[in-house]
């Protein structure tokens, strides 16, 4: 289970690394992607700016979990995938579905089940034996 769950947390890291190099290099190409039109260069800030730290906070705590095998540091993270659902669900609900609405969803709720089983598979940080 550790050997699947390092797996997927890597490549779930890598994903969002990429995607975050994605919004740094290109925001127009990438934010497009994401179904984002943004002329302005305050537009293209925000999208170079929050899109790039969503995904490479979300890349380096996962990496670092699936490296170190150490569930605390995945918290972040899964606060990041959980609020993004949460937001997607609550826009299902209140304006309505549009052409593939469920793959950025199921994105995200793999992102969450995958850490949630990380979190509770993982031990935390490892703390020194109690000199007694």
């Known amino acids: 289970m550790h050997f699947i769950l390092v797996v997927l947390l890597a490549l779930g890291a890598l994903l969002d690394l990429l995607l975050g190099i994605s919004f740094f290099v290109d925001p127009v190409t990438a934010g497009s992607d994401f179904g984002l039109q943004s002329p302005t260069p305050m537009g293209l800030s925000a999208m170079r700016g929050d899109f790039t730290a969503f995904f490479w906070l979300a890349a380096f705590c996962m990496g670092w979990a699936a490296w170190k095998r150490r569930g605390d540091v995945l918290w972040p993270a899964l606060a990041l995938f959980a ?11 209140v304006v309505g579905d549009y ?7 199921t994105v995200e709720a793999l992102h969450v089940l995958v850490i949630l089983a990380a979190i509770k598979t ?7 034996a109690d000199p007694a």
């Open 99 to 105: 052409e593939g609405w469920w793959q950025p969803m």
């Open 122 to 128: 993982f031990p935390g940080r490892a703390t020194p």
């Open 83 to 93: 609020i993004a659902f949460t937001g997607r669900l609550v826009n299902l609900i």
